[in-house]
């Protein structure tokens, strides 16, 4: 069975500068998905970026970016130049190759980006 | 707007009641999932859904029911034998099909069960 962890349950960051989230995985797949996703206040689950692990490029989508480390299982989440609007949960998920939507989440991250 | 519906947002329900909860998509996704969010622990997957007429269990489905009459519905009942309701509830939807397998899932705004 796979699972996610995410060992930072909160975090804080000043606006404008760098945090990095973390999570590791297990699972015994060589090929899948992994994704960050964002829980705001509103609780709308909003995707930030994914990655497919047959890929060796870092997936980035603006100021967000991931470093994958296949052998070691270990997907981060960096944020540079942070905003006020990044406060919110983060959740760091796992999916198989062609399992879509059936997903394997961590425990969650609490970012708060303070002025 | 294309988007995922959940309703009603906050539900209150006695000890001993089934209750129903609605989620409807016009995404024209194939595929639809019901997952349980609690604090610290994450979203778990209670049942999914690829086609019209069929479901399958996920992790934590004892204690709920589901049915997928139409592509755009897949409602989630509480019943009496879940021992411990009280959580959000996220319904998601993904293309599900052909090369499209992979894509990702969207949410809807979810569902505050609370037990009275």
């Known amino acids: 069975a796979q699972t996610v962890t995410q060992s930072q349950p909160e975090m804080s960051v000043q606006e404008a500068e760098t945090v990095t989230l973390s999570c590791t995985y297990d699972?015994?797949?060589?090929?899948?998905?992994l994704f960050w996703y964002k829980q705001p206040p509103s609780r709308q689950m909003i995707l930030v970026i994914r990655?497919?692990?047959?890929?060796?490029q870092n997936a980035t989508e603006n100021r967000f970016s991931v470093n994958f480390q296949k052998a070691a299982k270990s997907f981060s989440l960096k944020i540079s130049d942070s905003q006020l609007g990044d406060t919110a949960m983060y959740f760091c998920?796992?999916?198989?190759?062609?399992?879509?939507?059936?997903?394997?989440f961590g425990q969650g991250t609490e970012l708060s980006v303070k002025p | 707007d294309g988007g995922i519906t959940q309703s009603p947002k906050y539900l209150f329900r006695k000890e001993g009641q089934n209750v129903t909860l609605s989620c409807e998509q016009n995404?024209?996704?194939?595929?639809m999932y019901w997952y349980r969010q609690d604090p610290g622990q994450g979203l778990r997957l209670i049942y999914y859904?690829?086609?019209?007429?069929?479901?399958q269990k996920g992790d934590i489905a004892e204690g709920y029911s589901v049915s997928r009459e139409k592509k755009e519905s897949f409602p989630l009942t509480v019943t009496s034998a879940q021992k411990n309701p009280t959580a959000f509830y996220l319904c998601?939807?993904?293309?599900?099909?052909?090369?499209?397998?992979?894509?990702?899932?969207?949410f809807g705004q979810g569902t505050r069960l609370t037990v009275v």
């Open positions: 998601a939807s993904s293309i599900g099909r052909g090369r499209y397998m992979n894509t990702e899932a969207f």
């Open positions: 699972t015994s797949e060589s090929n899948y998905y």
């Open positions: 990655q497919e692990a047959y890929k060796q």
């Open positions: 998920a796992f999916m198989k190759l062609n399992q879509g939507g059936k997903l394997i």
């Open positions: 995404l024209n996704h194939d595929a």
């Open positions: 859904s690829q086609i019209v007429n069929d479901f």
